[in-house]
T-cell receptor
Framework: SQQGEEDPQALSIQEGENATMNCSYK?????LQWYRQNSGRGLVHLIL?????REKHSGRLRVTLDTSKKSSSLLITASRAADTASYFC????????????FGKGITLSVRP | AAGVIQSPRHLIKEKRETATLKCYPI?????VYWYQQGPGQDPQFLIS???????DKGSIPDRFSAQQFSDYHSELNMSSLELGDSALYFC???????????FGPGTRLTVL
């Protein structure tokens, strides 16, 4: 079954606007990570938030985590055309293993 | 800063052939992970190694095997290739289990 489910599946905004992407998951987690992927390219790590954290910032990125609702959101402020990419949330489970379970990904298009 | 290195970047094989993908983790990272991403799909965890021992196993076919060597590089061996094995194969490394995973650029495998 799918662990991380992102919504919306696709988002199109104007440059300068904010973009909010949501992710839900099903099981207990140790951490949740957001990655960006340009078409057919590698996965770039954006931010990691641990299960005991509620909010984290990194530059124009703001991530929140609500473990009671098993959900996370990624906010990109003042978006740029270069932010156009697919965004994935990935959950790291509790326990000794640490494989990431990825969601389906959100395609963000930022129009110049 | 040094990143994860994967080779080759592109590989074309015929059905039933074998392929070997290589991954060189970031220096001092002792944990390596392999993921498979089919066209338009999210990355799926295959297998991981910590200190040269297998630490977790995901949806890896029996036709695939992997190992981590004394210098911490890892190889994914794929035999009896099928058309459905065509995908991007990512390697990631982390400083420790449960830590941020940094992904390589991927190997694009095409099976004809």
């Amino acid at each position: 079954s799918q662990q991380g489910e992102e919504d919306p599946q696709a988002l199109s905004i104007q440059e300068g606007e904010n973009a909010t992407m949501n992710c839900s998951y099903k099981t207990s987690i140790n951490n949740l990570q957001w990655y960006r992927q340009n078409s057919g390219r590698g996965l770039v790590h954006l931010i990691l938030i641990r299960s005991n954290e509620r909010e984290k910032h990194s530059g124009r990125l703001r991530v929140t985590l609500d473990t009671s609702k098993k959900s996370s959101s990624l906010l990109i402020t003042a978006s740029r055309a270069a932010d156009t990419a697919s965004y994935f949330c990935a959950t790291g489970p509790t326990g000794a293993n640490s494989k990431l379970t990825f969601g389906k990904g959100i395609t963000l298009s930022v129009r110049p | 800063a040094a990143g994860v290195i994967q080779s080759p970047r592109h590989l074309i094989k015929e059905k039933r052939e074998t392929a070997t993908l290589k991954c060189y983790p970031i220096p001092r990272h002792d944990t390596v992970y392999w993921y498979q991403q089919g066209p338009g799909q999210d990355p799926q965890f295959l297998i991981s190694f910590y200190e040269k021992m297998q630490s977790d196993k995901g949806s890896i076919p029996d036709r695939f095997s992997a190992q981590q060597f004394s210098d911490y590089h890892s190889e994914l061996n794929m035999s009896s290739l099928e058309l459905g094995d065509s995908a991007l194969y990512f390697c990631a490394s982390s400083l420790a289990l449960g830590d941020t995973q940094y992904f390589g650029p991927g190997t694009r495998l095409t099976v004809l």
